[in-house]
């Protein structure tokens, strides 16, 4: 098979940039954009054997916490602060190319900053919302696809805690914030294996887990 390759130069008055892409390669790079943290994050990404697909250019922005996978075939995308209409249509552009058949696209509100401090995906079939700001299509299309709601009650554990913002490890099995036992407690109850850990200087930056956690490649699990 020939090995997939692709160039991309571009020339502008004030850049000449060239761009060569290898989706066979070694995870081998020769990076140099001028840019000591996104050259170390290139870098990663080659090393692990990452394709870049594309970059959300022109007028777009696009944050990944603004993309909420629901099956391999449907995912929400946030539009707000973070993410313009231009960048969730660039993305969705690329996730239909992908075999995704159902993005549905979410409002985020005014005083949020992405989709997972709202909701989030904790096992093949149950999911986390905060009530008072998740948008009711977001409920619909869950129950849709059979999920079961768990609602975050307290809304210090919502916004101070953070209690939707956990990183899941593993179908039914979460990496979560302390501090937020109500959440906790819903969470083991519906058969979900909860691991908590101190996360007070990540919240100083009014982030927590899932905000700093971007999964690169992950092992199919049957028929999701």
């Known amino acids: 098979m020939a090995i997939r390759r692709a160039v991309v130069e571009r020339r502008t008055r004030e850049t000449d940039v060239r761009v060569e892409l290898r989706l066979d390669g070694e995870g081998q790079a020769d990076i140099s954009t001028g840019i000591g943290f996104f050259d170390h994050l290139l870098e990663a990404l080659a090393r692990h054997g990452v394709p870049i697909i594309r970059t959300v250019s022109g007028t777009g922005t696009f944050e990944g916490a603004d993309l909420m996978w629901i ?24 996730l239909r190319r992908m075999g995704v058949e159902d993005i549905v696209e979410v409002q985020v509100p005014y005083g949020q900053a992405h989709l997972d401090g709202m909701f989030n995906i904790a096992d093949r079939d149950v999911a986390v919302v905060f009530p008072w700001q998740t948008p009711f299509v977001v409920a619909e299309t869950l129950r849709r696809y059979g999920f079961r709601i768990i609602e975050v009650q307290d809304i210090h554990e919502a916004k101070r805690g953070a209690a939707m913002n956990f990183v899941v490890l593993e179908p039914g099995k979460v990496l979560f914030a302390k501090g937020n036992p109500q959440t906790a407690a819903a969470l083991d109850a519906a058969g979900v294996e909860v691991v908590e850990i101190e996360v007070d200087e990540l919240r100083k930056g009014w982030g927590s887990l899932h905000c700093m956690t971007a999964f690169l490649k992950r092992e199919p699990i049957g028929s999701w």
Request: proline share 0%; aromatic share 4%; glycine share 12%.
């Open 71 to 94: 099956h391999r075939k449907a995912a929400f995308i946030g539009v707000g602060n973070r993410t313009n209409r231009e960048g969730a249509r660039q993305v969705a552009e690329e």
